[in-house]
């Protein structure tokens, strides 16, 4: 039976109600005489839309769509309404006709079309996808299904994404509960790769942040031993009675050192249980058991021969071309099976693969597991030899079992750093641009130029960098830079021992701990600082076996009889250098500073510079090192150029303070190239 989803069939009563109505609809003119009658509806103007829509077949055209929607009077969001509604009374149609799935795409893509022309809204391709999903077959399903997947980059735009979201994840969790995860294991799979490109990759939704298992996913197998097991004289007595055998099939079963019991069988089939629930792996008696299956079903592993081994060359290049093809929804778990399973290579990989997902998850971190969910030292070590024989198992597993271990332990790896993202909330790994826009935009002036130009005698040295020009300039002379007083860091002895020599005065009655130099760090400076400046550090003692407190004691003391005398001798050379500095700057005052500062700029010369500069102030800027941000400032603080330049002029006047002079600012227009404006301004004299 046919189902029609609730909302075609509410559809289909309106239709028939309003067939009356709309007879008289044939073209867009009835149309717009339809909607502009009061008694016309939407929906009646949606049923001569839907045969504008029926003629546009098979749906590679809007010719018609669009003649009926500029003929319409009405507003936009009437229009689409009505032609929303004749896209579903159209798809009501070809479900009723039992239409091809080709039919189904094609009406999607010209609904994705029309919304693009904002002929409709944007959620009706999701609700005509809706109704398909809801009213066809699962084959016809999974072949429209082709087309959702090829247009996920389509419904991942602005135009879509927003609109219809919610609608492709309901319609896509609707289809799983259709579908059998034994049965139709790809077409699920399909589905949630589909989701999982549709859907950011920080979308919590889709994310397992609780660590949960599928606890749904029981293997079931014979909990008695009712099977008769397959036996190397089942085989015999299969020829003796005459029964077909293919040929291949039970003589190339190889002895093998492992019996296939029923023991062996429930051991294999129960380690299931703890694949499917790991965390039952914490309790003793739990860990008792699975460790001893695990170390019985790994021996069979090792002791049985696999078919790819006894496989002739050609045999292993038809296995790797159709390997790709070869997968288990569910593992059949007859006790027949079993001993062919077990030389089967791809079986054998898909187990020992759950056997290292599981140890991972047992040594993970993992953000919500309890804290008594922890391995102690043994059962680490445990796993940790174990892991490395399924390791080796897997390397011998032909066909390719060392590039085939090397892809999964890289698997491996990318799990634990999604195990890290997990944990650390999961975080967006899309990176924010700063907006700089809504920041104020600050002005910030050159720092001072004048200890720099009088360093350099007037004239700067160009160093290609400003900041490296800057420090260039600050002293030519490197070593006489170095030499400066405030690059002498180590302190004089007078005032590093003063305060030691009071504290060894008796008559201060200083205690012990309050000393200074009873201290190891301050005797080892001492001594550092004594090998340098002192000349009693290297005089020669009479008594051997002098303790440090002892030595430096001695020290202490010859030094505070030298103290007053230093003391005096200083205080004379400090009263004769302020003398010589009074007579310096009386030589100063005597020399003709005037001449000097006549020759700083003078308003009059900056305004006639600027007026002769014009555009060429910039390059005049970035010789007296303005930043590109302080040349973007005067630009827009003025608009006509002259401004710009003599705006330029005065912060280079107030940063360069005295060195603000004609002579430098001319010898920089010479630099440049303009020595004419500056012999025009400033006159020829200033340019010998």
């Known amino acids: 039976m046919l189902f029609v989803p609730q909302t075609l069939a509410k559809a289909c009563f309106q239709e028939s109600s309003l067939l009356s109505e709309s007879l008289s609809l044939q073209s867009p003119e009835s149309c717009r005489s339809s909607a502009s009658r009061p008694s016309g509806s939407v929906l009646s103007v949606a049923y001569a839309w839907t045969k504008c829509v029926k003629k546009c077949k098979p749906f590679d055209n809007l010719t018609e769509i669009e003649n009926c929607f500029s003929n319409s009077d009405g507003s936009d969001s009437e229009k689409k309404t009505a032609l929303d509604q004749s896209f579903r009374d159209v798809l009501h149609g070809l479900i009723k006709e039992n239409s091809d799935c080709t039919v189904y795409k094609g009406l999607i893509n010209q609904v994705v079309l029309c919304v693009k022309q904002e002929f409709c809204n944007a959620s009706t391709p999701f609700l005509i996808?809706?109704?398909?999903?809801?009213?066809?077959?699962?084959?016809?399903?999974?072949?429209?299904?082709?087309?959702?997947?090829?247009?996920?980059?389509?419904?991942?735009?602005?135009?879509?994404?927003?609109?219809?979201?919610?609608?492709?994840?309901?319609?896509?969790?609707?289809?799983?509960?259709?579908?059998?995860?034994?049965?139709?294991?790809?077409?699920?799979?399909?589905?949630?790769?589909?989701?999982?490109?549709?859907?950011?990759?920080?979308?919590?939704?889709?994310?397992?942040?609780?660590?949960?298992?599928?606890?749904?996913?029981?293997?079931?197998?014979?909990?008695?031993?009712?099977?008769?097991?397959?036996?190397?004289?089942?085989?015999?007595?299969?020829?003796?009675?005459?029964?077909?055998?293919?040929?291949?099939?039970?003589?190339?079963?190889?002895?093998?050192?492992?019996?296939?019991?029923?023991?062996?069988?429930?051991?294999?089939?129960?380690?299931?249980?703890?694949?499917?629930?790991?965390?039952?792996?914490?309790?003793?008696?739990?860990?008792?058991?699975?460790?001893?299956?695990?170390?019985?079903?790994?021996?069979?592993?090792?002791?049985?021969?696999?078919?790819?081994?006894?496989?002739?060359?050609?045999?292993?290049?038809?296995?790797r071309q159709t390997r790709s093809e070869t997968y288990f929804a569910k593992y059949l778990t007859s006790s027949k099976l079993l001993d062919l399973q077990l030389s089967d290579s791809n079986f054998r990989r898909y187990v020992l693969v759950q056997f290292l997902i599981l140890f991972q998850y047992l040594n993970a971190a993992v953000k919500f597991k309890s804290a008594d969910h922890v391995l102690n030292d043994e059962q680490a070590n445990w796993v940790k030899e174990t892991q490395a024989k399924i390791m080796q198992l897997i390397k011998e597993t032909p066909p390719d079992g060392d590039k085939f271990a090397k892809y999964i332990e890289h698997v491996l790896n990318r799990e634990e750093h999604w195990n890290s993202w997990k944990n650390d909330g999961c975080p967006s790994y899309v990176r924010e641009m700063p907006q700089e826009e809504n920041k104020p935009k600050v002005f910030r002036r050159k720092r001072s130029m004048g200890d720099d130009i009088k360093a350099s005698g007037g004239k700067i040295i160009k160093m290609g960098n400003s900041e490296l020009t800057r420090l260039w300039n600050l002293c030519p002379d490197n070593l006489e830079a170095c030499k400066a007083d405030k690059r002498v860091f180590q302190p004089s002895l007078e005032g590093f021992f003063e305060d030691v020599i009071e504290q060894t005065n008796p008559a201060n009655q200083i205690d012990n701990e309050y000393k200074d130099y009873l201290k190891p760090n301050w005797q080892w400076v001492a001594l550092r600082l004594l090998s340098k400046r002192s000349p009693h550090f290297f005089s020669p003692t009479n008594q051997p076996g002098k303790t440090l407190v002892q030595y430096?004691?001695?020290?202490?003391?010859?030094?505070?009889?030298?103290?007053?005398?230093?003391?005096?001798?200083?205080?004379?050379?400090?009263?004769?250098?302020?003398?010589?500095?009074?007579?310096?700057?009386?030589?100063?005052?005597?020399?003709?500073?005037?001449?000097?500062?006549?020759?700083?700029?003078?308003?009059?010369?900056?305004?006639?510079?600027?007026?002769?500069?014009?555009?060429?102030?910039?390059?005049?800027?970035?010789?007296?090192?303005?930043?590109?941000?302080?040349?973007?400032?005067?630009?827009?603080?003025?608009?006509?150029?002259?401004?710009?330049?003599?705006?330029?002029?005065?912060?280079?006047?107030?940063?360069?303070?005295?060195?603000?002079?004609?002579?430098?600012?001319?010898?920089?227009?010479?630099?440049?190239?303009?020595?004419?404006?500056?012999?025009?301004?400033?006159?020829?004299?200033?340019?010998?």
């Open 129 to 319: 996808l809706s109704d398909i999903f809801d009213s066809v077959t699962l084959d016809k399903c999974e072949a429209v299904f082709t087309y959702v997947e090829e247009g996920v980059a389509e419904w991942k735009s602005e135009t879509f994404y927003t609109a219809g979201k919610n609608y492709l994840l309901r319609m896509c969790n609707d289809l799983l509960r259709r579908l059998s995860k034994s049965q139709n294991t790809v077409f699920c799979g399909r589905i949630q790769l589909f989701l999982a490109r549709l859907f950011p990759l920080s979308e919590k939704s889709g994310l397992n942040l609780m660590s949960q298992f599928n606890l749904d996913n029981i293997t079931k197998f014979d909990l008695k031993d009712d099977e008769q097991f397959f036996k190397p004289e089942d085989a015999d007595k299969s020829k003796e009675e005459g029964m077909e055998i293919e040929e291949g099939e039970m003589e190339e079963q190889p002895p093998n050192s492992v019996p296939i019991d029923y023991n062996m069988y429930r051991k294999f089939w129960s380690l299931q249980d703890y694949f499917r629930t790991p965390v039952q792996c914490y309790d003793k008696l739990a860990w008792r058991k699975f460790t001893s299956n695990a170390s019985d079903v790994l021996s069979a592993f090792a002791s049985y021969k696999l078919d790819d081994i006894r496989s002739s060359k050609k045999k292993l290049e038809h296995l």
């Open 552 to 688: 430096l004691e001695n020290l202490l003391g010859q030094m505070a009889k030298e103290m007053p005398s230093a003391t005096e001798d200083q205080k004379v050379d400090e009263e004769e250098g302020i003398k010589e500095d009074q007579g310096q700057d009386e030589e100063l005052q005597e020399e003709p500073v005037r001449d000097e500062n006549t020759d700083l700029l003078s308003s009059e010369q900056i305004q006639a510079l600027a007026g002769e500069l014009a555009e060429d102030w910039r390059r005049l800027a970035v010789e007296l090192n303005f930043s590109e941000e302080d040349i973007g400032a005067f630009e827009n603080e003025e608009e006509e150029e002259k401004a710009r330049a003599e705006q330029m002029l005065l912060s280079w006047q107030v940063s360069a303070g005295d060195a603000a002079t004609s002579t430098s600012l001319h010898q920089s227009l010479k630099e440049i190239g303009l020595s004419a404006i500056g012999n025009s301004v400033f006159g020829a004299d200033k340019d010998s």
